[in-house]
């Protein structure tokens, strides 16, 4: 596969992360689910068990980071093609 077709498929990826983040169910089921699993925690008299719902907390955040990753490779990838855009333009 080209750099090219790397680029769209990253930019891709990078707009469906976008839209995921920002929809309002999405980001409710994160407000609620991290909440519940720091009440869990909060609640919990056992450390293993307090470790597990700490752990829960942390798997959400790493879920929302891997999803800001792709938005930000996607606008590098748009940064890319645009610049291999110009570049042509400049050759001919």
């Known amino acids: 596969m080209d750099d090219e077709q790397k680029q769209i ?3 891709g ?3 469906k992360a976008k839209v995921t983040l920002e929809n309002e169910s ?3 089921a994160f407000d609620y689910l991290e909440a519940e699993y ?3 925690w909060k609640a ?3 450390p293993e068990g307090r470790d597990r719902w700490w752990q829960g907390t942390q798997v959400l ?3 929302k980071q891997h999803l800001v990753l792709a938005i930000r490779d996607g606008e590098v990838a748009k ?3 645009e610049s ?3 570049e042509r333009r400049r050759a001919a």
């Open 9 to 11: 498929k990253a930019i």
């Open 13 to 15: 990826r990078g707009v």
């Open 26 to 28: 999405i980001k409710n």
């Open 38 to 40: 720091i009440r869990g």
């Open 44 to 46: 919990c008299d056992t």
């Open 61 to 63: 955040e790493k879920v």
């Open 79 to 81: 940064r890319i093609l």
């Open 84 to 86: 291999i855009e110009n």
